[in-house]
C-alpha cells in the first residue's frame, strides 16, 4: 500500500500514470493538484501568471509567492511557463515546484475521509480505470477546462473530473475539498446556534462536528446532484455557453446600430422629400 493513515505521501518512483497527485503550497496552506499521465508530465489547470485565484483577496498574493521561479532561465523540459494560464502539461518538477509529492485517495471509507480533518486528499468517490482518466486529462489539456474559479472550478476539480468523470450540477461549490472545507470551516463560525452553546468544551465538540458533517455531505462520493458526463461533452457544453454569453452581445451591438441608423436615413429621406416637393409642385 503506498499511503499511510495520517499521510498520502509517495516517492517519485512509486507514482503511477493516472495517479491523481498534489502538492502543498506555502507552509501547507493550500495544495496544488494535477494528473500524472506518464512520462514525467502531469496535466494541471491553473490561472496563469502563477496565480491559483482569482479572488482579489490575500490568497492571490500568497500563492503567487508560493510560485516557482526559475529566475531568467527556463525550465529545459518545459520552457517559460508563467504567462500560461487554463490546463497545461508541466513537467514532475515544475508541477511540485519544491514540495513534495502526495497522491489523492479515492474510495476510503467515511471512517477514514472524517479522520483526515483536512479536505483536498481523499475522496468516497470511486476512480475510473487510468486509461479513461488519461483520455481525460489529455483531451481537456488540447480543448480547456473552462474558467479558473477557486471555489467553482479550480485545480482540484479538474484532477476529480478526470478521475471519476462526475460533475456536480450545483456549481455554488464545485467538487474540491478544500473548498468544501473553507465553506465548512465558514459555516461553522458564523452559524449562529453556535453562539448559545455553554462552554468552550461544548462550543468546539458542536463545532468540530458540523464541519466533518458539511465536508462528508459535500464530498463527491456523498453528493446527489452528480452525474456522469463524456468529456466530449463536457467541452462541447462549454463551448455552447460560451456562445450563448457572446450571441446576445453581437445582437445588441447589431440592433443598437440598427437603431442609430434607421431614424437619421428616415429623417434625412422625409427632409429632402420636404424640400423637393413643394419645388416640384411650384414648378409643375
Known sequence: KRMGFLSNKIARDEVKPGDHIY????????????????????????????????????LDNLIVSSSLNHGDTPCPNCGDRTKVG?????????????????????????AIFLAKPRGGTCTIGASDPPEEVIH???????NGFGVYNVFKNNCEDFAIYCKTGLLVANTDVGRSGQAASIVA???VVLSSPLRFVAGFG??????YGMYCASRLVSDIGMRWDVSKVPVERLVADMDDLAGMETKPEERLVADMAGMETKPEERLVADMAGMETKPEEKKTS
Open 136 to 142: 481525460r486529462a489529455n483531451f481537456l489539456l488540447r
Open 185 to 187: 470551516a465558514a459555516s
Open 202 to 207: 461544548s462550543l468546539a465538540v458542536a463545532g
Open 23 to 58: 502538492s502543498w503550497r506555502q507552509a501547507y496552506v493550500y495544495a496544488h493538484h494535477g494528473i500524472y499521465v506518464g512520462e514525467g508530465q502531469v496535466n494541471h489547470f491553473t490561472r496563469g501568471d502563477g496565480q491559483e485565484t482569482g479572488t482579489g483577496t490575500f
Open 86 to 110: 487554463g490546463v497545461i502539461s508541466s513537467c514532475l518538477d515544475c508541477f511540485l515546484a519544491g514540495g513534495d509529492l502526495y497522491v489523492f485517495e479515492y474510495s476510503v471509507s467515511p
